[in-house]
């Protein structure tokens, strides 16, 4: 099975617009595979869980490692939603997340949402690099 074909199919319905509900249906299969043991897509050990709070406050212990973090989704880019920013709980301060290889839904502000990447600090400036996301949609 070679699941990127399956990213590849919703990455590129979601941005022509066009055959959603296959693209939506790829990307479920691809974010609900379990890589086998012997699968070299298998991390060889889990990323830690840190506060959003944490990195935050101390953004250079986390720069140089995979993290998982999670938090609530303030704004996504109106445009194509290739990036979002990310506060520990409503209306406090965040971080501006860019993505790699996708994008996310660009009503997405609201949503509670878990983080999988790398912080990153250019020139005293923080952000966050994700190499995943996991969103938990709010039913309105």
């Not at 997340?97 to 509670?112: A, H, I, L, Y």
Request: hydrophobic letters at 40%; a positive charge.
């Amino acid at each position: 099975m070679y699941m990127p074909a399956y990213f590849q199919i919703g990455h590129v319905a979601a941005l022509v617009g066009a055959s959603l509900a296959r693209g939506e249906q790829a990307l479920k299969k691809y974010l609900t595979y379990r890589p086998k043991e012997d699968e070299p897509a298998r991390p060889s050990r889990p990323a830690p869980r840190v506060s959003l709070a944490t990195v935050l406050a101390k953004p250079s212990d986390f720069t140089k490692q995979m993290i998982v973090t999670e938090g609530v989704v303030e704004k996504v880019c109106w445009l194509a939603g290739c990036w979002m920013k990310v506060a520990p709980e409503a209306g406090k301060t965040g971080i501006r997340v860019t993505f790699k290889n996708f994008v996310v839904p660009r009503d997405s502000s609201g949503s509670k949402v878990r983080l999988l990447g790398t912080v990153k600090l250019t020139e005293n400036k923080l952000s966050f690099v994700a190499a995943g996301v996991e969103l938990a949609r709010s039913s309105k």
